[in-house]
């Protein structure tokens, strides 16, 4: 069964420290792995990976794929009260069919 | 990306009737999608909205509860009948295809509370 684990569930850090988001994955047909940060209601798109070990990078944001370990990373350096939110993993096939994660609820202290 | 919009952004609705959510987006895509998020729960999908023929329903969803209409390849309508309290829930149309045709983009979402 086609499934998205994300770790932790939750995580709770100062203003300036750097958090590193965990995303595996077990996918029949992968095709790709991305990344939404959602705020209130709608996920916001940051990344899709498809390749093994080509960093996007996106100011603070990076992310990763691992595709023989079969998981992503997600960094924020420096994090911000404005990166609390829930971080969201996903992975599609190519079938177009998407799964995502619980995700990661992030709060950030001032 | 795509430019996608959501009307309406939230309601509030009596248990037994029904609401219809409109998607909008400002480029024509191959796929559209509708998802339902419960409280505290990750993104479910309901269904793929098929440009001219009916709509494909996960596991759990059916036409007679979720009807779906798709005239064309920039909108789309989800309707969520005959409602109950455990409908109240987030529901989002995302879409996919157009200039980035792999990645997946979300509308603003429809917040529903029904009592």
């Known amino acids: 069964e086609d499934k998205v684990v994300q770790s932790p569930l939750s995580l709770v850090v100062h203003e300036g420290d750097t958090v590193t988001l965990n995303c595996s994955y077990e996918?029949?047909?992968?095709?790709?792995l991305l990344w939404y940060k959602q705020e209130k209601k709608a996920p916001t798109f940051l990344f899709m990976l498809?390749?093994?070990?080509i960093e996007k990078k996106s100011g603070r944001l990076s992310s990763i794929l691992d595709k023989k370990e079969l998981f992503s990373i997600l960094n924020i350096t420096a994090t911000q009260t404005g990166d609390s939110a829930v971080y969201l993993c996903?992975?599609?096939?190519?079938?177009?069919?998407?799964?995502f994660g619980t995700g990661t609820s992030l709060t950030v202290i001032p | 990306s795509a430019v996608i919009s959501q009307k309406p952004s939230r309601d509030i609705c009596q248990r037994g009737t029904s609401l219809t959510i409109q998607c909008q987006v400002d480029?024509?895509?191959?796929?559209m999608f509708w998802y339902r998020q419960q409280p505290g729960q990750s993104l479910t999908l309901i269904a793929t909205?098929?440009?001219?023929?009916?709509?494909?329903?996960e596991s759990g969803f059916v036409i007679d509860k979720f009807p779906i209409s798709r005239p064309n390849l920039t909108f789309s309508t989800l309707t969520v009948s005959n409602m109950s309290p455990e409908d109240s829930s987030i529901y989002l149309c995302?879409?996919?295809?157009?200039?980035?045709?792999?990645?997946?983009?979300f509308g603003p979402g429809t917040r529903l509370t029904v009592t």
């Open positions: 996903a992975t599609s096939n190519t079938g177009n069919q998407f799964y």
């Open positions: 480029s024509q895509v191959t796929m």
């Open positions: 996918v029949t047909n992968f095709r790709s």
């Open positions: 995302s879409v996919m295809g157009g200039d980035a045709p792999y990645e997946q983009y």
């Open positions: 498809t390749s093994s070990g």
């Open positions: 909205a098929n440009q001219g023929s009916e709509a494909t329903y």
